[in-house]
């Protein structure tokens, strides 16, 4: 099994603004895509993102309040389904730390390159919705290489 | 073990501008660090990047021009001795594919999150510097954390 990982830090001392970026349809929209359909603030929630090309559905599999998110992708391109995706929130003096994991994919192959990328900008993207109150969510995303 | 990876594209038609982007000094200085310290054209040659905070020595292990790039750390931060960072490059239509693979983490502790954001946004430099002529190499890269 391979792993993406990341780790940013967002000047905020509110763990609940980032949290809720995370959980709800509106945050979701403003950093990821703005293609989002359904809540995540419940387990057991199904919350459908999607871009141009396709997209995925992610089941909210473990919540912790205001600390912790897990998903599981439940639909979308082959080599995600299956894979989860898990968020840890922490204070560290004027930063909340953001911890990112996309976990458990099958065979690191080239897309899992490219979703590396363009994680690590997405997450740009949350950072700066929460520092700026904007952020970068498809369409309006940071094009990285010839897929997106 | 743990690994990061990458992929981005850059647009251009020139593997041999990549390529020196990599293996030469004032191309990495162009996009990682502007206090580098060496040329990278030589399998054997040692490069010298620093940064505010420390640095790393990367031994050039592995070079097939114009598209292969091996380095091995030899010197620098403990979690990075020993590990392998590994380019490859290809031209798919328009654009030079960059498969990056920073490679043999011995544990995925939170610094490898970082270096994985890290990385992401020194490759984006290493795009703008080829497609722009302008890099964000340190001291003016993409700040991320609290750490950097």
């Known amino acids: 099994m391979a792993n993406i990982l990341h780790r940013i830090g967002i000047k905020s001392s509110s763990l609940d603004d980032v949290y809720r970026a995370l959980t ?3 945050g979701l ?3 990821w895509t703005e293609d989002t359909e359904g809540e995540g603030n419940q387990v057991g ?3 459908k993102f999607r871009f141009g090309a396709g997209g995925f559905d992610m089941k909210v599999s473990e919540l912790k309040s205001p ?3 897990t998903w599981e992708v439940v639909a979308g391109h082959e080599e995600w389904i ?3 995706i898990n968020w840890e929130l922490k204070q560290e003096g004027d ?3 953001v911890l990112f994991k996309h ?3 099958r065979e690191p192959v080239e897309f899992m390159h490219h979703c590396s990328t363009k994680w690590a900008l997405f997450l740009m993207s ?3 919705l929460i520092e700026q109150g904007k952020g970068a969510p498809n369409p309006y995303d940071v094009k990285i290489d010839n897929w997106n």
């Open 24 to 26: 709800t349809r509106d």
């Open 29 to 31: 929209a403003g950093w």
């Open 45 to 47: 929630d199904i919350i």
């Open 67 to 69: 600390a912790h998110v």
């Open 82 to 84: 299956g894979t989860r």
């Open 95 to 97: 930063y909340i730390i």
């Open 103 to 105: 976990l458990d994919w």
């Open 126 to 128: 949350l950072k700066s």
